[in-house]
């Protein structure tokens, strides 16, 4: 009995350690007011994490989180950019960076941007000026593979959310929007192609303002294309006049009537490349246009952005008639 006695004593404190132990590593704590973004570099030691987090107020102590590796002696802690913005335990907070939980920021590229377009969306992430990410995309390395006649990355920009560190270089944003591009046209399982493809997609992308229009826009370019029709895109002449600098908000004769390559009322068949950059259901309409009669298209005068289709130019003088009769109203 003499023996068991302090047996039960050791047992009792030991349990009593237990419960102390799990009570300081699963204790919520926030030492901060606002949100917390804390950079843990490679090749930090525990320690050297234990007090960054401490002087953050992520944790109450460093030896908090010594206790934590403690219990998981062979997780590995991740370097990166961590985001604390409500109180966490010692052993959450260990948990989180052992996993590499970083903190992502997002960006969002919408359907029918151009190069020029999505350097200023990139430029205000803060972390590339637009300057430095039009330089990067116009080295077309990054799709050349795919598309050999590609002169810049237009077009291969593709449209989408994207998660990135607030590392990442104009070169890192170029390559996530051409692997994004890649995963999809390999989605599309289609052998024409990529660049011819991609040009005409950005055509629809840029006149479809109604997804139902967007195979008869593209029946109607395939049709014109067919016959060696010009195929007088409004959104070609637009933006040749960016690249040359001297687009003024809306189409002047003088637009019309230039000799560059991307006008395409001045010259027949599709543009040297991409216009902007083309979502799945524009590539998708390129790839498999409607099977029309169709030759004009034109706005109709209602607002609602949609088109009337024209087999010939007597139907579609009467219909461009009617929509800058509604336009004047």
Not at 39 to 63: C, F, H
Not at 75 to 88: C, H, S, T
């Amino acid at each position: 009995m003499r023996i068991l006695k302090p047996l039960a004593v050791l047992l009792l404190l030991a349990i009593l350690a237990a419960g102390g132990l799990f009570y300081f590593l699963n204790r919520p704590y926030a030492g901060f007011r606002s949100e917390v973004l804390l950079e843990i570099p490679k090749g930090a030691s525990t320690r050297t994490i234990s007090q960054m987090l401490a002087g953050a107020g992520v944790i109450e102590n460093p030896w908090e989180l010594m206790l934590a590796r403690a219990i998981r002696p062979t997780a590995k802690l991740q370097a990166g950019e961590y985001r604390f913005a409500a109180p966490a335990s010692p052993l959450a907070v260990y948990n989180r960076i052992a996993r590499g939980d970083v903190y992502y920021r997002e960006l969002t590229i919408p359907e029918g941007l151009n190069l020029f377009d999505i350097a200023a969306v990139v430029e205000e992430t803060g972390l590339v000026t637009a300057k430095a990410f039009l330089e990067a995309a116009r080295d077309p390395s990054l799709i050349r593979d795919l598309a050999p006649a590609a002169a810049t990355l237009e077009g291969y920009l593709f449209p989408d959310t994207y998660r990135f560190t607030r590392h990442a270089s104009a070169r890192d944003f170029c390559r996530m929007f051409t692997h994004r591009f890649r995963a999809e046209w390999a989605r599309l399982g289609s052998s024409d192609d990529v660049h011819r493809t991609v040009t005409l997609a950005s055509l629809i992308e840029k006149e479809a303002a109604v997804p139902a229009d967007r195979p008869l826009i593209a029946s109607v370019f395939h049709n014109r294309l067919k016959r060696g029709m010009k195929l007088d895109c409004d959104p070609t002449t637009v933006y040749a006049a960016l690249l040359e600098g001297r687009y003024r908000g809306k189409i002047h004769k003088s637009d019309l009537e230039s000799p560059n390559p991307y006008n395409t009322y001045q010259h027949p068949g599709l543009p040297p490349g991409p216009i902007a950059s083309p979502g799945d259901a524009s590539l998708r309409a390129a790839l498999h246009p409607a099977e029309t009669s169709y030759l004009f298209f034109v706005a109709r005068p209602d607002g609602s952005g949609s088109h009337e289709f024209s087999k010939d130019v007597a139907a579609h003088n009467t219909a461009a008639l009617r929509y800058r009769r509604g336009v004047a109203k």
